[in-house]
């Protein structure tokens, strides 16, 4: 064999090559989700105008040419020459990689940015940039195109009496060829979610193509977010604990308060960046709340034998820990666990002498934490009780897995499934219709328990939890160990119909709030039956939308007689019908579940599977439009 590996093999990737060559290792997709980190890096410049005191309005606008044009009234991006560069310091902004202000404390004392390429990325991605300036009364625009790589003169356009910024871009097709195109929707969630933790920043957002706006603005910030979790909730303690205070150059920012509800709600981020998987401001909080209570019982000099633990604590709690930190540490590339002990001790220090305070002076309110975290305290009793209760029928029966579970050969995870298929009738198809050694059928009977509205031992006592906690074999919660999973796939396959819909977002709920870590490593699904049968004596085929129905009418069957049946149940199919088009690997479509935004997914479970009526009713009057084929 030719040996060719020599220094003609050795690629130098100059400029904003590097990020047009490996785009993923910048913004770590180049679907959808890449597409709208774009439009976060340029923001979160802007945002950090805002946090060092230069900003306090940032408008955001998807034009009708599918352009992001982001426009604050900070203090503008320098202009002039950069003396390591000789460029404008503007466009070595958007030119070099880690070039930007945010490496200088005198510059930005605290950034949302960690590394510095935001500008010159987006620059890299996209067709074009075109960059307005406006400092010490002029406006200045410079150009950049084809991926940075060429780009105009500094140009003075004009006068102003206004400083700040216009970033206008628009990305790269070939880069993103999933899509180009910009939801409104992710972008108004990310907005609002920085108004909240900016307080008095206004943020606004239009859609030119769609005739769409909406701007936030909270003068009270996480306080603001708290009450609004808490809309229509019954509260434990009417006044919200709130604290902002600095300790050791860590910017704390903690709004808490209690409600009815059994889920607990706690959000932490720092500089803006929300930290999904928590890290060391996350447990300086859990550890000062717990320390405080404790403070507290003692001095009422009550007795309680048996000390309460984090998981008491945060039964019905809804916590917003917001810090800013000089020199944030992360676990990992995501950003989403942060490692900082400096961060840990001073909220731990904030936390526990304003809270116990705050419980000092508002006897009222203590007093019903206290009974909320002591029956608490009870329910985890009685759900370790049941829990145990479980485990012990299960060691002591002949076999550990539930009775109704139709097992595959194969013990290979990898290549192993685990359909959750609703009633006994689809149960009866699926495990003739699947392939014995890799597929297996858990029939779960009526609908499956809402986790979010009752306690924890009621969870554990449901028989169909149970089942489907033995079938998936992980265990729960804290105790959830990836490694003892029985199959690579937990599919979920339910009838089209409102009532599968229904049976799939009680199981989604279940696996969000009790098995998180399944969705967040990638094995859950949604099977996709089809919702149209449609055959002569030449043809049968599925539909699996009306779009795709139609086509089928027009390519296959125009200009001749043809038959459609509805499918409204799984039941309907005989097993050959179900292999075909929802369980053979070779023909299925199959939707993996992701929770890319652990943030926003946490919200839309709390307001659709809780109590909360009002926001119930607004998420179905906006998205009532997109329904179809309800039945009557």
Known sequence: MKNDYNSEQIQILEGLEAVRKRPGMYIGTTNKNGLHHLVWEIIDNSVDEALAGYCNEIT?????????????????????????????????????????????????????????????????LSDYVKAYVMRDGKIYKQYFSEGGTKSTSLELVGNTDVNGTIICFKPDNSIFKDTVVFDFDIIKNKIRQLAFLNKGLKLNLYDQKNEKEVSFIFSDGIKDYVKEINNGKEKINNKIFYVSKTVNEVEVEVAVQY????????????????????????????????????????????????????????????????????????????????????????????????????????????????EKVSLSQKARKAAQKARE??????????????????????????????????????????????????????????????????????????????????????????????????????????????????????????????????????????AQPPLYKVWNTKNTNYAYSDSELENLKKSTYEGTKYNIQRYKGLGEMDPIQLWETTMDPK????????????FLANEVFSNLMGDNVEERKKFIIENAKFVKNIDI
């Open 60 to 124: 955001i606008i998807i034009t009708d040419k599918n352009e992001i044009i982001v426009k604050d009234n900070g203090r503008g991006i320098p202009i002039d020459i950069h003396p390591k560069t000789n460029k404008t310091t503007l466009e070595t902004i958007f030119t070099v990689l880690h070039a930007g202000g945010k490496f200088d404390e005198s510059t930005y004392k605290i950034s949302g940015g960690l590394h510095g390429v935001g500008a010159s990325v987006v620059n890299a």
């Open 259 to 370: 409600n009815e509800n059994y889920d607990d709600n706690l959000f932490s981020f720092c500089n803006n960046i929300f930290t999904s998987e928590g890290g060391s401001h996350e447990d300086g909080f859990k550890n000062a709340m717990l320390k405080a209570i404790h403070l507290y019982v003692d001095n009422l000099k009550q007795n309680n034998a048996n000390k309460f633990i984090w998981d008491d604590v945060k039964e019905g709690i809804v916590a917003v820990v917001s810090i800013r930190h000089k020199d944030p540490l992360y676990e990992g590339q995501t950003k989403a666990k942060l490692s900082n002990n400096d961060a840990k001790e001073s909220v731990f220090n904030v936390v526990l002498e304003t809270f116990e305070d705050y419980l000092l002076k508002n006897p009222e309110d203590a007093k019903n934490i206290l």
């Open 389 to 526: 209760d479980t485990k012990r029928k299960s060691a002591l029966s002949s076999f550990s897995l539930p009775g109704k579970l139709a097992d595959c050969e194969s013990k290979n995870v990898e290549e192993s499934e685990l359909y959750l298929v609703e009633g006994d009738s689809a149960g009866g198809s699926a495990k003739l219709g699947r392939n014995r050694k890799n597929q297996a059928i858990l029939a779960l009977k009526g609908k499956v328990l809402n986790v979010e509205k009752v306690k924890q031992n009621r969870v554990f006592e449901n028989v169909e939890i149970q089942s489907i906690i033995a079938a998936v074999g992980t265990d729960v919660k804290k105790d959830l160990d990836l490694k003892k999973l029985r199959y690579g796939k937990v599919i979920i396959m339910t009838d089209a119909d409102v009532d599968g819909a229904h049976i799939k977002v009680l199981l989604l709920t279940f696996f969000y709030r009790y098995m998180k870590d399944l969705i967040l490593n990638g094995n859950v699904y949604i």
């Open 587 to 598: 023909r299925r479509t199959m939707l993996k579940v992701t929770a890319d935004d652990a």
